[in-house]
């Protein structure tokens, strides 16, 4: 009987030892990302940490930048030594390796529940899908839509509120565009970017490889006609020749490009009055009209000691109002609507923006089906 008082004694002194002021405090868990953005964005997200630890005691996060160039390396040095990150960010096309090598956990039990997944950009959550498993939140949206130069379609003679949208269309007022000075090309007519089959497949109806990805599948009237056009055009362009002087977007060196975001952010440091004589944005099409979206995503390793803790962080990182205060840093295409509803995108840029996400970035091409319906493209 003794014993059995003792026994509970000791039980009362050790729960009241550990409420008691000066008791060891639990140990808190320690959250490790690791996000291929700008610096000015690592800092604007490590400046916002202390709202999400006040919000989760408990848990400490710990972010670092990681640039494409070391990406790889670092990233296959982590997994082979046993010590990749808890949260990693990848690219658009990284879906396959994360889910059949074993590099990330489905979020699907996350997600279910989950009432922000649907204010995402279809076209940007897709690429996170892979036969019906969700392994990633897109963090940022890379859409690739034409953008003009108003004032320069207008020394053209061009009508910079009709601009042009068919292939043939694009190249017609492409030659319009450019300027020579002597043998020297200063203004390019339309970018030729390094990725532009993927456009000119897409806008044609054409599959790079079968359905099973055993065998290429642009052999075909479609796939022939998109190489032929585009081939002559590049070489009509100049582009990359080296008579070819011709300067950014915002130095009137293009009449036209097929966006590449960080454009944005340069135009808003360099010149923000700019914004006015830029317009878009176009959607490209041929035998048909889409966009190309290459969304950068969130998923939760499978070293990860504490995934719910994890999650807890993406899921916060993607809440509009903290997505809004870190993008605003890159002018890259949020991938949910309600950002746009944030101040920071009530100027003009955040309105072209908001007009990129609404034209160009939230329509979904179905290739796959999502695992969990997203809300109706409006």
């Known amino acids: 009987m003794n014993v059995k008082r003792s026994l509970v004694s000791l039980c009362v002194f050790a729960a009241m030892a550990a409420l008691w002021p000066g008791a060891a405090p639990a140990q808190a868990v320690e959250i490790e990302v690791w996000v291929t953005m700008s610096p000015a964005e690592v800092n604007q997200i490590q400046a916002l940490l202390p709202d999400f630890e006040r919000s989760n005691p408990g848990i400490e996060v710990s972010v670092s930048g990681l640039t494409w160039a070391v990406y790889n390396d670092r990233v296959v040095s982590a997994f082979a030594a046993g010590l990749a990150p808890d949260v990693l960010m990848t690219g658009a096309s990284f879906v396959w390796q994360v889910a059949n090598k074993g590099l990330g956990i489905p979020l699907n039990k996350y997600v279910e529940n989950w009432d922000g997944y649907a204010d995402f950009a279809p076209s940007a959550l897709q690429a996170a899908v892979y036969e019906g498993n969700i392994y990633g939140i897109p963090l940022q949206a890379s859409t690739r839509a034409i953008w003009y130069r108003k004032d320069v ?9 009709n601009p042009p949208d068919t292939w043939e269309e694009i190249r017609q007022v492409a030659r319009r565009l450019m300027r020579w000075e002597g043998d020297r090309i200063t203004r390019v007519g339309f970018n030729i970017p390094r990725d532009i089959l993927h456009h000119a497949f897409l806008t044609n109806g054409v599959s790079w490889f079968n359905a099973g990805a055993t065998r290429a599948a642009f ?21 990359r020749a080296p008579g070819v002087q011709a300067g950014p977007l915002w130095e009137d060196g293009y009449g036209m490009i097929l966006n590449y975001p960080p454009t944005y952010a340069v135009i808003s440091q360099v010149d923000p009055d700019l914004w006015e004589k830029i317009g878009g944005p176009v959607v490209m099409r041929n035998r048909r009209k889409a966009a190309y979206t290459y969304p950068d995503w969130l998923y939760i390793t499978t070293q990860s000691k504490h995934p719910d803790e994890a999650w807890a962080f993406i899921e916060w990182l993607t809440r509009p109002e903290i997505l809004a205060e870190v993008k605003r840093h890159s002018m890259h295409t949020p991938p949910r609507r ?10 003009i840029a955040g309105e072209l923006l908001r007009r990129e996400f609404l034209e160009a970035t939230l329509p979904r091409l179905r290739f796959r089906k999502l695992a969990r319906p997203a809300a109706d493209d409006r």
């Open 153 to 161: 379609f207008e020394l053209a003679g061009v009508d910079a509120e």
């Open 219 to 239: 052999n075909t009237e479609a796939g022939l006609e998109a190489l032929a056009f585009w081939a002559e055009f590049a070489r009509e362009m100049h582009y």
């Open 338 to 347: 309600a950002v746009f509803e944030h101040e920071h995108y009530a100027g």
